[in-house]
């Protein structure tokens, strides 16, 4: 529309603007648009996807892996040519390379990892354009590049991942969001068991909470049923018009991040009593102090598809928190759990359970061990919402200790 819009010189261009500015809020800016190549690119990183399958819309793993379909989609979405382009564009603007032209779509597949497709791509651009030197020089590189592993596997793999900035975690976190979800069982930890809790509260003694423990060390444990199907309609509903972009905290500013891509509002306990309600179960479960200011008002947040949170802590992101709820307030078709990078676990999302743990040592320090991610959504959108209590207002509720570890 906006290239569009000025040259129509009509009687009706008056009339096409005014139509326009009406609906300009609402359309997607340029920002969504890049924004949607790079979610693409991303599910295919993180979940090794093939890049053949993608197009064609499955959600196949890349050859050399174990697990072939990763998610079975009800209808098939493929990309065109032209999406394609625009994603190597992105790509391309991505690492670096401001040149853009003809070759985009060929060195993206390149970066992609497909040499043997990118090098007859670039031979037959040669054939049309002998005297291009870039060109052949890529042909020679690619020439090289497949000699040297005649197959092309090894390459291939090699030059999958060329330009995410490497962190020493991202492979385990990449193999936990790739399982889909996988927590350690009580075959494999006897210490581990699902319970019934009240924390000696009456307000569950009729309704006691279900407790799945998922490690001790540091305490995480998945509270089944948290929240009934109506409190999380409810709750998404109030928040959907104050769904904003996700900032992450930079010294004293917030600000926006490519590892942090969600919308997400706060939601004051003051807007509806299912909040009142779901506020009192927390402060009866934990038995801690959550009134104003020892604990932050419900964040709900929103990831669509490719949405994600990069292994991070939170309590490193400038809150003090000591403990955290997640509730989650949807199912999602495929990918979306919390990943626990070195405790070495990811729990799938569970309609309606609150996954919770301890993100501070009693003493107030950190716990390093918490160290976690939200994995991209590879198909439908998750909803969650997150509640951070703060470290103080407990100091008769979780006493320090004088272990350390605890
Ligand atoms: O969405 C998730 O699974 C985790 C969210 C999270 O870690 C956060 O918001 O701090
Ligand atoms: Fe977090």
Same mark, same amino acid.
């Given at each position: 529309w906006k290239s569009w819009g000025h040259p129509v010189r009509s009687s009706n261009s008056g009339f096409l603007k005014n139509g326009y500015q009406g609906v300009e809020k609402d359309l997607p800016e340029f920002e969504d648009l890049e924004g949607a190549a790079r979610a693409v690119m991303r599910l295919q990183d993180v979940y090794a996807l093939s890049v053949k399958g993608l197009v064609r819309g499955v959600f196949q793993r890349a050859s050399g892996t174990h697990l072939p379909t990763l998610y079975s989609p009800g209808? %098939?979405?493929?990309?065109? @040519? +032209? +999406?394609?382009?625009?994603i190597g564009k992105v790509s391309r603007r991505r690492s670096g390379h401001q040149k853009r032209n003809d070759l985009t779509f060929v060195l993206s597949l390149f970066q992609a990892g497909n040499v043997s497709y990118a090098l007859s791509l670039s031979r037959e651009f040669l054939h049309y354009d002998p005297s291009n030197k870039r060109v052949a020089r890529n042909v020679l590189k690619y020439e090289k590049l497949l000699g040297e592993n005649p197959d092309g596997a090894e390459a291939e793999m090699m030059l999958q991942r060329p330009n995410v900035t490497h962190l020493e975690t991202r492979d385990l976190y990449e193999e936990l969001c790739q399982t889909l979800g996988s927590r350690?069982?009580?075959?494999?930890?006897?210490? %581990?068991?699902?319970?019934?809790?009240?924390?000696?509260?009456?307000? %569950?003694? !009729?309704?006691? $909470? /279900?407790?799945? !423990? $998922?490690?001790w060390q540091p305490y995480v444990a998945l509270f089944h049923d948290f929240v009934s199907d109506l409190e999380a309609e409810t709750i998404k509903k109030l928040a959907a018009p104050w769904l904003q972009r996700s900032v992450v905290a930079s010294g004293e500013k917030q600000q926006k991040a490519d590892y942090r891509i969600s919308k997400s509002a706060w939601l004051k306990e003051t807007v509806d009593p299912a909040i009142v309600s %779901? +506020?009192?179960? $927390?402060?009866?479960?934990?038995?801690?102090?959550?009134?104003?200011p020892y604990a932050e008002f419900l964040q709900v947040v929103n990831y669509g598809l490719g949405g994600h949170y990069e292994p991070h802590f939170d309590h490193a992101t400038g809150r003090p928190t000591s403990l955290v709820f997640v509730f989650q307030l949807s199912s999602v078709e495929a990918g979306g759990s919390t990943a626990f990078i070195y405790a070495n676990f990811s729990v799938p999302v569970v309609k309606n359970a609150a996954l919770f743990w301890w993100n501070l040592h009693r003493n107030g320090e950190g716990n390093d061990n918490t160290l976690?991610?939200?994995?991209?959504? !590879? @198909?439908?959108? /998750?909803w969650v919402a997150n509640k951070w209590i703060h470290e103080y207002g407990q100091e008769f509720q979780r006493p320090c200790s004088s272990d350390p570890n605890d």
């Open positions: 209808h %098939l979405f493929s990309l065109s @040519a +032209d +999406d394609c382009f625009h350690p069982t009580q075959y494999q930890s006897p210490d %581990l068991h699902c319970s019934y809790e009240t924390n000696g509260s009456p307000f %569950l003694i !009729l309704q006691p $909470i /279900k407790r799945e !423990l $998922i490690q %779901l +506020d009192r179960r $927390i402060a009866a479960l934990t038995g801690l102090n959550i009134r104003s976690h991610a939200g994995c991209p959504v !590879l @198909a439908g959108d /998750k």
